[in-house]
């Protein structure tokens, strides 16, 4: 099954629907604003280790229909699984708030813009989308972005106009993430629904925060990103990432440095370290980076032939030093690769999610056939599949403008 992409016109008709039936006695939405999931192209798990990742926005949003309101009063729904109808006041949303994670991630996002000293009031909004939840497509970041690009505007902050500004706006949706959702995750991913463009990667510096937009034209080569989400579970708040970061840090730390990419001799680090699983994960980070900066320079010089073989790489890295993988991801990349794809890797923080693969565009049924069978012999739900082309990052949707 593939999950298709709602039209900007199409996502903001179901937010604007959502919050008309939901709130019937306003005169709707301030207007209505979306935000993307993404796929990690290559750079997994370095982004909370200083590395490069490399993100391009799916053509899947979230979206966000938003009205302001003149007291402090919060009104949210969804119509995301497992998610309905809140009320509260906007000083009940807090690190140790005992809220709804959905809320956490919506409303976070005006607690994390209050503790940076933005005045803001109370909001009431609807909240529809078409980005698979918790398959490793950031579902979170795109409701954290959206929200926030809709509280930017409606409460005067000018903090879209630019990706220089947005930067602050991708860490307010980070702290919601961290601070009050309580998942210890990068960054890549408010960063990737912030800051893309269409047609292109986001080479994301996760030291320096420097981005650079990296063309990827797919289509022009024949080509195409098929996204295999799993069904398996995927989850961030239980533990293994927090525990796989941890071990970063404590060598970083060891090593006296910040993060393990400012490591000044990688390979001395690891003769060194005398516990066989900070090695296993040190060097997946250590030749991550590497992988990822060649990937880019292969992307750049249009070297499409190349990209495969890293990927294959990265996968291998992230299933057996990094320990993220499942079998369903092995599965899938395996099965994809056997039906011809150049290459293929799971992405985004694993233990279930999704997987990638880079394949020739007329192969895409057959690719998705070979998968689906693998799936059925291991007696598995079936997986879903989408197409990652290179979309845009977060805004306002201006319907009309949509429609001409
Ligand atoms: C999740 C996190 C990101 C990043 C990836 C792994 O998506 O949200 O910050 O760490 O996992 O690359």
């Known amino acids: 099954m593939k999950i298709p992409a709602w039209s900007a016109n199409e996502g903001a008709r179901r937010a604007r629907e959502l919050f008309a039936g939901a709130f019937p006695e306003l005169d709707g939405p301030d207007g209505v604003w979306a935000s993307p999931g993404r796929i990690n192209l290559i750079g997994e798990h370095v982004d909370y280790n200083g590395g490069i990742c490399l993100p391009v ?10 009205r302001r309101r003149e007291d402090t009063r919060l009104r949210l729904v969804s119509d995301e699984s497992g998610a ?3 009320e ?13 994670a959905w809320v956490a991630y919506a409303a976070g996002v005006a607690w994390a ?14 909240v529809v989308s078409c980005v698979p939840l918790g398959a490793g497509l950031s579902s979170s970041a795109a409701l954290e972005c959206a929200m ?5 505007e409606v409460y005067g902050l000018g903090l879209a106009t630019s990706p220089a500004v947005r930067a602050e706006l991708v860490a307010a949706c980070v702290s919601a993430e961290n601070d009050v959702v309580g998942a210890p995750t990068g960054g890549m991913d408010q960063a990737a629904s912030l800051l893309t463009t269409k047609d292109h990667a986001l080479q994301l510096d996760c030291l320096t925060g420097a981005t650079t937009q990296v063309p990827f034209d797919l289509a022009a080569q024949g080509l195409t990103i098929l996204v295999i989400d799993t069904q398996a579970k995927h989850s961030l708040v239980d533990g293994q990432y927090g525990q796989r970061r941890a071990v970063c840090e404590r060598v970083a730390a060891l090593e006296g440095v910040e993060t393990l990419r400012q490591l000044p001799d990688p390979q001395g680090t690891l003769s060194r370290l005398n ?37 294959n790489a990265s996968h291998a890295s992230l299933r057996d030093d990094y320990e993220v993988s499942c079998a369903e991801l092995d599965t899938a990349v395996e099965a994809a690769r056997a039906a011809g794809a150049w290459g293929a890797r799971m992405t985004g923080g694993g233990f279930g999610g999704s997987a990638i693969a880079l394949i020739e ?11 689906d069978r693998a799936f059925v012999d291991n007696g598995w739900i079936a997986p879903r599949f989408l197409e990652a082309t290179a979309s845009e990052a977060g805004r306002r949707i201006n319907e009309e403008e949509e429609a001409l």
Do not use: C
Request: hydrophobic residues 45%.
């Open 57 to 66: 926005a799916l053509p899947h949003r979230t979206y966000v229909a938003l």
């Open 84 to 86: 309905a109808r809140w």
């Open 275 to 311: 516990d066989p699983e900070a090695v296993r994960r040190v060097r997946h980070v250590v030749t991550e980076i590497e992988r990822t900066q060649e990937f880019v320079e292969l992307l750049t010089e249009g070297e499409y032939g190349e990209l495969g073989a890293l990927m």
């Open 88 to 100: 509260g006041e906007l000083s009940s949303v807090h690190p140790e708030a005992e809220i709804p």
């Open 113 to 126: 813009l209050q503790r940076k000293g933005h005045a803001l009031g109370g909001f009431d909004a609807a």
């Open 361 to 371: 565009q007329g192969n895409l049924e057959a690719t998705m056939a070979a998968v």
């Open 148 to 152: 926030g690009l809709a509280l930017d």
